[in-house]
């Protein structure tokens, strides 16, 4: 793909900015904006690598065959295994917000866990919707458990960074019920919400309206 090369070779050209402009801030001893610019050249490398994979092909669309009546094809969303429909729908609808929904049972045990089934359907008033659907394994997820307990979450939307990476991946994982993420993973909240995260970027939070 000639357009999906040109991609590549501007991102390379981006990192190899960033490394500069790290080390002439190294070199001036202005260490402030250097984690912003490491965060910068991170992110890069990972959308680098991502193209590189052809897992963004779907965003050259000059480059993809048109569809056509003779070529139209369909299937069954029932009848695919649950990881088949997964995939098929994360990769058509995407992408997608990601938000760290925390919630706290009435026994104060804190869950907190990524989501990108959710969106925002009304201004006035304000609301947001979130699927919290049973895992795979017919689990109720903690977040809709303590939802349902005290009918308040927090959408915590954080930055682009190695160690946000690094966090959704963590908390994505299930662990056993009456465990909390904060504590497994040694993630800080603020003093005055313990439900919204010291690395969020901005957070809301949410009341739950049955």
Same mark, same amino acid.
């Given at each position: 793909?000639?357009g999906?090369?040109h991609?590549?070779?501007? *991102?390379?050209?981006?990192?190899?900015? +960033?490394?500069?402009?790290?080390?002439?801030?190294?070199?001036? /001893?202005?260490?402030? +904006?250097?984690?912003?610019?490491?965060?910068?050249?991170?992110?890069?490398? #990972?959308?680098?690598?991502?193209v590189?994979? /052809?897992?963004l092909?779907?965003?050259?669309?000059?480059?993809?065959?048109? *569809? /056509?009546?003779?070529?139209a !094809?369909?299937? $069954?969303?029932?009848? *695919?295994?649950?990881?088949?429909?997964?995939a098929?729908?994360?990769?058509?609808? $995407?992408?997608?917000?990601?938000?760290?929904?925390?919630? !706290?049972?009435?026994?104060?045990?804190?869950?907190i +866990?990524?989501? &990108?089934?959710?969106s925002?359907? %009304?201004? !006035?008033?304000?609301?947001?919707?979130?699927?919290? %659907?049973?895992?795979?394994?017919?689990?109720?997820?903690? &977040?809709?458990?303590?939802?349902?307990? &005290?009918?308040?979450?927090v959408?915590?939307f954080?930055?682009? %960074?190695?160690? =946000?990476?690094?966090?959704v991946?963590?908390? =994505?994982?299930?662990?056993? #019920?009456?465990?909390?993420e904060?504590?497994?993973?040694? @993630?800080? !909240?603020?003093?005055?919400n313990? @439900?919204?995260?010291?690395?969020?970027?901005?957070?809301?939070?949410?009341?739950?309206?049955?």
């Amino acid at each position: 793909m000639e357009g999906k090369a040109h991609v590549i070779s501007f *991102l390379k050209k981006c990192i190899d900015y +960033a490394n500069a402009s790290i080390e002439r801030k190294q070199k001036r /001893g202005d260490v402030a +904006a250097i984690a912003k610019w490491e965060a910068y050249r991170d992110y890069t490398a #990972h959308a680098v690598m991502e193209v590189e994979a /052809g897992e963004l092909d779907r965003w050259f669309p000059s480059q993809q065959k048109l *569809l /056509g009546e003779s070529d139209a !094809s369909s299937l $069954s969303l029932d009848e *695919l295994t649950h990881d088949a429909r997964s995939a098929w729908l994360t990769n058509l609808a $995407s992408p997608r917000p990601l938000a760290l929904i925390a919630t !706290s049972s009435e026994e104060g045990v804190r869950n907190i +866990a990524p989501y &990108t089934s959710l969106s925002v359907v %009304s201004n !006035s008033p304000p609301m947001a919707v979130v699927s919290l %659907s049973a895992d795979r394994n017919n689990r109720w997820r903690d &977040t809709l458990l303590n939802m349902r307990q &005290t009918k308040k979450a927090v959408l915590n939307f954080l930055p682009v %960074s190695s160690n =946000a990476a690094t966090v959704v991946e963590q908390t =994505a994982k299930p662990i056993a #019920h009456g465990t909390s993420e904060w504590d497994a993973f040694g @993630l800080e !909240s603020l003093e005055s919400n313990e @439900l919204v995260m010291n690395d969020a970027d901005y957070a809301i939070i949410l009341y739950l309206f049955e």
